[in-house]
């Protein structure tokens, strides 16, 4: 091998640096490689929702948060025929009572700013190109490839964090292309939108069904909007997300009123999301997926930056006992964590997904919840994902 680690980290997003961070200051060698240099930008709604912000200020985020990002006093789910339900913060929990807008390009860059000051080797501008072929079930590690130079990486583990199309995963084959488990979503910077305010908006307006829309604060009067859908939607009524997007900035009944006048402050772009932990296994012997690998994203909201940090933190827990304790078996661990976290949630939320993501079900849904404080605080829970009794990993 060319370099040699005791654990890979390939992508530093919110995943990677998690599990970077998990692992750092033990005395292990933990190398962390992402083929972009940061800072860069990655397609995002940039809502860091509490869960996400709790694990991020136990990182020692918080005074680099505090003060510098728009700050999120709940969710408000606007339906064309049935009102508003306002839901605030803390919904419930052990999670902190705020949120943030937060552009991906400065919560990445911070991120893996963090790592290296915990003593993490990160290589920025390194792409893995796939991983060594395995002996006895055991990746011993990667090729890639840095400017003009192609190298190894040796590693007793490797933690992929490399996003929704994975290369590790990919080659490994433990990435499913299912449509169900499969979301595709577009977002733009909008300047000048009105009314902004310092809310989650969220829109399950008629004219985008099934799609749902999205309008989040970024800074005085520029928002980043955006519209997502499943792709078996996506295919199944031959939708195109960009003309969607049209339609939900110029033709709803809500989301217009403070889009319409806006004007577009960057590209429209779009990706993919991996949902539910359905789309994806967890890993093979010696190698870990976390977050959008992993299809660790909520199918209902789309949130995936607090099961990135939270599952990056259980790979890394897992991988550190079995290196500190030895033996033991990581990736089962891991797994288990993962189902017995997230497992019942997201099929159940896949479930209401499926077959409550139509105007019949939503328009009656926010009536209802926006006539009680007690049941809208119910439903931004469930929609949420946010038990009372829920503590943080
Ligand atoms: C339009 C849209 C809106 C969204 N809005 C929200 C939102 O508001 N809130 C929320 O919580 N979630 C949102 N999500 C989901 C969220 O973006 C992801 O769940 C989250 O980024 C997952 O983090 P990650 O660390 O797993 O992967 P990523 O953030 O994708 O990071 C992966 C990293 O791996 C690197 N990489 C990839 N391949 C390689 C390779 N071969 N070699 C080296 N490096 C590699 C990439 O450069 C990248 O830095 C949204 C997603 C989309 C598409």
């Not at 052990?94 to 893996?112: C, K, S, T």
């Not at 893995?128 to 490839?145: C, E, M």
Request: aromatic fraction near 8%; include cysteine; charge should be positive.
């Amino acid at each position: 091998m060319d370099v040699t680690c005791d654990v890979l980290v390939v992508g530093a997003g919110p995943g990677g640096c998690s599990a970077a961070w998990r692992l750092s200051g033990l005395g292990l060698r933990v190398l962390v490689v992402d083929r972009e240099s940061f800072p860069r930008d990655k397609v995002c709604g940039d809502g860091v929702a509490p869960r996400a912000v709790h694990a991020l200020y136990g990182m020692g985020l918080r005074d680099r948060l505090r003060g510098r990002f728009q700050v999120i006093r709940g969710v408000r789910f606007h339906s064309t025929k049935g009102g508003v339900t306002e839901v605030r913060y803390p919904m419930g929990g052990h999670f902190p009572d705020h949120a943030y807008i937060i552009p991906r390009r400065e919560l990445d860059r911070l991120l893996v700013e963090r790592v290296r000051e915990a003593g993490v080797e990160v290589r920025e501008g390194c792409e893995v190109l796939s991983p060594l072929p395995s002996r006895r079930g055991i990746t011993p590690g990667v090729l890639a490839r840095a400017g003009e130079e192609t190298f190894s990486i040796g590693a007793r583990f490797i933690i992929a964090a490399d996003g929704p199309s994975s290369t590790v995963g990919k080659a490994l084959g433990l990435l499913y292309h299912d449509p169900r488990y499969l979301g595709v979503s577009v977002r733009c910077y909008m300047k000048g939108a009105r009314d902004v305010s310092d809310f989650l908006e969220i829109y399950p307006e008629d004219a985008i069904m099934p799609s749902c829309g999205w309008i989040f604060p970024v800074d005085g009067d520029t928002v980043n909007a955006g519209v997502g859908a499943m792709l078996y939607a996506i295919r199944g009524r031959g939708i195109n997300l960009n003309r969607v997007f049209e339609d939900f900035r110029l033709r709803t009944r809500h989301a217009a009123a403070k889009l319409r006048d806006a004007e577009p402050a960057g590209r429209l772009r779009g990706a993919q999301l991996r949902v539910a932990l359905r789309g994806s296994r967890p890993g093979r012997g010696n190698v870990l997926l976390v977050g959008d690998a992993a299809s660790t994203t909520n199918p209902i909201s789309g949130e995936g930056i607090s099961y990135a940090l939270e599952s990056g933190k259980m790979a890394g827990e897992a991988v550190r006992r079995a290196l500190e304790e030895g033996g033991g078996n990581a990736l089962a661990e891991y797994a288990e964590g993962l189902r017995s976290r997230y497992g019942a949630y997201f099929r159940n939320g896949w479930l209401c997904i499926r077959f409550g993501n139509n105007p019949w079900v939503m328009n009656p849904l926010i009536r209802v919840t926006s006539l009680s404080e007690r049941l809208g605080n119910k439903m931004g829970r469930y929609l949420m994902n946010v038990r009372r009794s829920d503590r943080p990993t």
